[in-house]
């Protein structure tokens, strides 16, 4: 490669322009300092989800042989164990239906008192299933590329859920793949609450395994082992959705252990949520009517 | 008139540059922890685009490594430009200091893999570090790193057994 003027030859007579190399130093540097997440331009928005949409099948064929090694995996373990295995999951099985019974009575229940009240809930859609295609957890960014896209119903914003609970949010969308932020990631923050006391907090990733509790008031009711769901406060995604357990660190500080830890993300849901608008105001709807008002006060004022 | 046989372009080769090179981004974004396998990838990009640039510099101009830091940048989520940056920076110094001559051995060429490893990886941190505003985890690095020298004679070692000289690319 030339550097310095001049260009370099060796046995296959490689000569490389100095110019365009250093074009390409320059345009590194301005990426670095212009593509942000927060602050994307959407010709880099559109240039990236084209190229994870071009690459989505690629790496699914990378990712199939690794699925299938997963997959055969519990044929190593001895029969023994999986006759146990069998059994056990077979009790829990029943537990499960015993809680979607009841799940469901209490959804009749629930929409019977909004139809009374006249209360609009929270627009929950079909849930969305997806792959995960790539995976990332570098020292800059952790996240996961899924292969479901904005063809399927997926919208930036949208949470999303492993089998146990929730792993992050949908920050890029393209037309077949889009990129999770993980719960973990710098990035991330999410609104949470405890189920038990519905004490209020942010959930902050910081890179570790372990997201931190922030902003909770002092008097806060919060104890180890708390369940940590979503609180729906930000109006992006609804309330409820698992998160993890309340633990404190050694400084003792609350943190979260996240449900969606104890497997593997592999398949995920994405779930869309249609935020419900807010509703306007004595105030604004006043305000939207006043421009007529003025005109009408000038007309009067010029006769 | 039909070029000479010299002079024309090797197409199988450099097919299989590219084959190659994207099979490499692919693996190096693959969700390999799904079937519980430890979170230990190294940088195969960078050794795929090394060994290519040892065997074969002119399939390697430096857009192409730009291309390759930048779509790792995108499959990793990354902010675009970070590894792009510290390709681009490695592979320009350790080719520089090729002026008196290729070296073709691999106890050389292994170390000059490390000296680009040890080029590249500070900067893409210090890029990374700027973006996020923080001092980014060394760890994930470091893993990379070591995995991807203790990996970088493996594959180097297939090139070479292909020559029956025991030259490397020659």
């Given at each position: ?42 010709l ?18 990378a ?6 090694v ?17 059994a ?15 799940a ?23 849930r969305?299933?997806a ?11 952790q996240?996961?590329?899924i ?32 990129r999770?932020?993980?719960?973990t ?15 209020r ?30 609180s729906g406060?930000?109006?992006r ?48 709807a ?18 | ?12 080769l450099?097919?299989?540059?590219v084959i ?23 940088m ?16 390697i ?20 430009g ?12 350790t080719?520089s200091?090729?002026?008196e ?6 106890g ?7 000296v ?53 690319g020659?």
């Amino acid at each position: 490669m030339a550097i310095g003027g001049s260009s370099r030859r060796n046995d296959d007579d490689v000569r490389f322009s100095r110019t365009f190399t250093v074009a390409l130093f320059l345009l590194s540097i301005i990426l670095i300092a212009f593509d942000r997440p927060q602050s994307r331009p959407p010709l880099l928005s559109g240039i990236r989800t084209t190229i994870t949409d071009l690459s989505a099948p690629l790496l699914d064929l990378a990712a199939a042989p690794v699925r299938a090694v997963g997959n055969i995996e519990p044929y190593w373990r001895n029969q023994g164990r999986l006759a146990e295995e069998n059994a056990e999951l077979r009790r829990r099985l029943d537990e499960t239906r015993y809680w979607r019974d009841l799940a469901l009575q209490l959804r009749d229940q629930r929409e019977v008192y909004e139809q009374a009240l006249n209360v609009e809930s929270q627009a929950m859609e079909e849930r969305i299933g997806a792959w995960t295609l790539g995976d990332s957890d570098g020292p800059f960014v952790q996240s996961r590329l899924i292969g479901a896209g904005a063809r399927s119903g997926v919208e930036d914003g949208d949470p999303v859920l492993n089998v146990y609970g929730m792993i992050g949010r949908v920050v890029e969308t393209g037309q077949v793949s889009s990129r999770v932020l993980m719960l973990t990631d710098l990035n991330s923050r999410i609104p949470v609450m405890a189920d038990r006391s519905n004490a209020r907090a942010v959930l902050v990733g910081d890179n570790t395994a372990y997201p931190r509790l922030e902003f909770l008031t002092r008097d806060a009711d919060l104890q180890d082992g708390d369940r940590i769901v979503t609180s729906g406060d930000d109006g992006r995604m609804p309330r409820g959705l698992p998160v993890g357990l309340a633990q404190r660190d050694r400084q003792g500080r609350w943190r979260v252990r996240l449900f969606s830890d104890q497997a593997p993300i592999d398949f995920v849901w994405v779930f869309p949520f249609t935020p419900i608008p807010p509703p306007v105001t004595e105030t604004e709807a006043v305000e939207d009517t006043q421009p007529d008002g003025d005109e009408e006060q000038t007309a009067e004022a010029g006769q | 008139m039909r070029p000479p046989i010299e002079t024309r372009p090797p197409f199988g080769l450099i097919a299989w540059a590219v084959i190659s090179l994207m099979g490499s981004l692919a693996f190096y974004a693959a969700p390999l922890r799904i079937a519980g396998g430890p979170d230990l990838m190294p940088m195969l990009p960078l050794i795929t685009l090394f060994i290519w640039s040892t065997v074969r510099p002119r399939f390697i101009p430096p857009i192409v490594i730009f291309v390759v830091g930048l779509l790792q940048d995108v499959l990793s989520g990354g902010v675009m430009g970070i590894w792009a940056l510290a390709y681009l920076s490695a592979m320009t110094i350790t080719r520089s200091r090729e002026e008196e001559g290729p070296t073709r051995e691999i106890g050389p060429v292994w170390i000059r893999f490390l000296v680009t490893l040890i080029i590249a990886v500070p900067i893409a941190w210090g890029a990374g570090s700027l973006v996020i505003g923080q001092m980014a985890p060394v760890r994930p690095l470091l893993i990379e790193s070591v995995a991807s020298a203790l990996m970088f004679p493996l594959i180097a070692l297939l090139f070479i057994r292909r020559r029956p000289r025991g030259a490397f690319g020659s």
